[in-house]
């Protein structure tokens, strides 16, 4: 069983919203600092979102702002992003990560420490005009 596995992607239009869901199993993200991430063809990783959970503080990147909402479902198991006012340039890859809580959620963003923790695969994200 892949320990990350994200869901919810798919095609939406210019202004759409969208809400994509990663699920953990055999671990409780409860524990975790999770984060979530994207990437677009012939582009580096970027961090998105981060909650290291330990310090209360929550990480949005520069195309998170005001567009872009995590949120943890410990009944579920289940970190949620949502996102609204979504551009052709929002089109990507969009991946979740569970890492150690000792990370504050900036450093897991700008610095993805992908030898740590659960990675999941990803789940594809297409924005139209």
């Known amino acids: 069983q892949v320990p990350l596995v994200e869901s919810g992607g798919g095609l939406v239009q210019s202004g759409g919203s969208l809400r994509i869901s990663c699920a953990a199993s055999?671990?409780?993200?409860?524990?975790?600092?999770v984060g979530w991430f994207r990437q677009a063809p012939g582009k580096e990783r970027e961090g998105l979102v981060c909650?290291?959970?330990?310090?209360?503080?929550?990480y949005y990147g520069d195309a998170a702002k005001d567009r872009f909402t995590i949120s943890r479902d410990t009944v579920n198991n289940t970190v949620y992003l949502q996102m609204i006012n979504l551009e052709p340039e929002d089109t990507a890859v969009y991946s979740c990560g569970a890492v150690p809580p000792a990370l504050t959620g900036q450093s897991m963003c700008r610095y993805p420490p992908t030898h740590l923790g659960h990675w999941g695969q990803g789940t594809q994200v297409t924005v139209y005009s």
């Open positions: 909650d290291s959970s330990h310090d209360g503080v929550i």
């Open positions: 055999r671990f409780s993200l409860e524990y975790y600092a």
